[in-house]
């Protein structure tokens, strides 16, 4: 025991000197030295935080690398500002949403095609013994959203200072998604997705520097940053090498169609960017990629609203490579990246991307939603939903649930019992609401927290990141009042059920999971040849 004790202290002294040697001081602030750049951070004495906001960690995606997978970047002398969030990529739209709370803000900051950047908030740079790393990637449709949006502090702070916490930014709408057989001959299909991994393995190599364990990741992400975990699950088949992170986390995983990179839908796409842009099929890509950053981001803008009400034009495809198959055949296979996993939805899902005042035709709206579905599987669908009342309730649930809520049961089961489930469900627990619960600094709806309760707010987060820390939600940070929380499976559909009484007292309850919602993902898992899922 005496030697066990002995060469535990001994590993630990090891990390501390490591830890110590790999920043120095200038002007009472860090610097940090990332081999190819050094970065000066910013102290909070207050909170007893250091971020770095804005640290580049891959080349600029322009010129001949756009459409490529991302690059080392250069090498630059001197030390750089990390002191000022980071311009956030191209922006694009959904299409032709009405109610569209992601829509940029006229104060949003400038926006570039240079935009690979990521940002670190830590307690302590050099810990006894490195703290568990939290990642979190931004939603927002695979089209809009940034780093600036998220203060990673929040978390930092709501973990006891017991986690570092990295932001990261990857390029988006075409940029980022642009597919088709040109891209797969000469660039990088799902190059945002590749940005995503890029990061993550800077943060591997790199995030010793900030106090973090680079052995004991989670990332986690919020909509397209929840579906975009979902992704790196399944990527590489599940054999991503070295592995990136050892837990995943969800809120309202986004999946969209995924189609194959040179299906007729991603293809049609293409074709509408380089007719937009005057390109001619031969050589397309070289054209596009002479053409400004500007001019392409109003393409961008164009094609992108004018898709379908409430979806996406660009988004993640199988490519072959990176995304072998088809996300709901890879996870029933099981092989997958990542131990365990901790999922959350929200009650009522699809209401945003619904335009509440119109009078649908649901059959109509569902042969939209998946243009690859036939006359059978439409009128399958429709049956399937008609007990929801009015058909903008019965739309409304369909985008909901065959598009977030059905992604996150595909999730569930594919990691078989070693996970947890939760539900928001505070009214009116449209999707995104649970957002400024984590992120208590988040103003990117212009909307103010919902249920502003101490108890239920610290019991809702607590979850997150005591998962983050000790992979296990009852193993508590600190204390809160969420009962003994069980794991998942799909032989005890057990899930924990974040509400709240009619005399706005918390209620958080367990609760199994309602088999006429699974009846209705198993229907879309049935149909995933068609819908791209």
Not at 9 to 22: D, P, Y
Not at 25 to 42: E, H, M, S
Not at 265 to 290: E, H, M, W, Y
Request: proline residues 6%; contains cysteine.
């Amino acid at each position: 025991m005496l030697k066990k004790e002995t060469s535990s202290i001994m590993a630990h002294l090891r990390a501390a000197i490591l830890l110590a040697c790999v920043y120095t001081v200038a002007g009472n602030t860090p610097v940090i030295d990332l081999g190819y750049a050094k970065y000066q951070g910013v102290v909070d004495t207050n909170l007893n935080l250091t971020s770095f906001r804005g640290i580049r960690y891959a080349a600029p995606p322009t010129g001949k690398l756009r459409w490529q997978a991302p690059a080392l970047p250069s090498v630059v002398g001197g030390i750089q500002q990390a002191d000022t969030d980071p311009v956030q990529c191209f922006q694009g739209n959904l299409g032709g949403a009405v109610t569209n709370p992601l829509a940029t803000r006229d104060d949003d900051p400038l926006q570039s095609e240079d935009c690979l950047f990521l940002s670190v908030y830590s307690p302590i740079l050099n810990p006894t013994v490195p703290l568990p790393t939290l990642v979190w990637i931004h939603g927002g449709g695979y089209v809009v959203g940034s780093a600036s949006q998220y203060n990673g502090g929040d978390l930092v702070q709501e973990s006891n200072n017991e986690i570092v916490v990295v932001v990261i930014q990857y390029r988006l709408g075409l940029f980022g998604f642009l597919a088709g057989e040109q891209i797969k001959e000469d660039g990088a299909l799902n190059a945002g997705l590749l940005d995503q991994e890029f990061a993550l393995r800077w943060i591997r190599k790199n995030i010793h520097k900030f106090g973090g364990d680079p052995h004991k990741v989670t990332i986690w992400g919020q909509s397209a940053g929840g579906g975009s975990v979902l992704q790196h699950v399944i990527a590489h088949d599940g054999k991503t090498s070295p592995p990136l992170f050892r837990a995943a986390m969800t809120s309202s995983s986004f999946l969209p169609a995924q189609y194959p990179y040179n299906g007729r839908i991603p293809q049609s796409s293409f074709n509408q960017v380089i007719t937009q842009a005057g390109c001619t099929c031969a050589a397309a890509l070289d054209c596009l990629r002479k053409i400004d950053s500007a001019s392409l981001q109003d393409i961008n803008l164009n094609v992108t609203a004018a898709g379908f009400q409430g979806t996406i034009t660009f988004g993640p495809v199988v490519d072959g490579s990176f995304i072998t198959q088809s996300p709901t055949t890879a996870l029933a296979q099981g092989n997958l990246n990542g131990e365990i996993l901790l999922s959350v939805t929200n009650l009522n899902e699809g209401f945003i991307f619904v335009n509440q005042t119109e009078d649908y035709d649901v059959a109509e709206y569902v042969h939209n939603l998946f243009p690859l579905l036939g006359v059978e599987e439409v009128n399958a669908a429709k049956s399937l939903y008609r007990s929801f009342g009015s058909p903008v309730a019965q739309v409304t649930a369909i985008l909901g649930e065959s598009v977030f809520t059905c992604s996150t049961y595909l999730l569930l089961n594919a990691f078989a019992g070693n996970l947890y489930k939760a539900q928001y469900a505070i009214p009116p627990s449209f999707h995104g609401s649970d957002v400024v619960n984590y992120f208590p600094s988040f103003a990117a709806f212009d909307e103010p927290i919902i249920f502003n309760n101490t108890g239920f707010i610290n019991a809702f987060t607590q979850g997150f990141l005591s998962f983050a820390v000790n992979l296990d939600p009852n193993v508590k940070l600190r204390p809160s009042i969420t009962p003994l929380w069980q794991k998942w499976s799909p032989a005890a559909e057990t899930e924990m059920v974040f509400n709240k009484t009619e005399r706005d007292a918390p209620h958080i309850a367990a609760t199994t999971t309602s088999r006429a919602l699974q009846s209705r993902c198993e229907f879309w898992k049935h149909v995933h040849n068609l819908t791209g899922h």
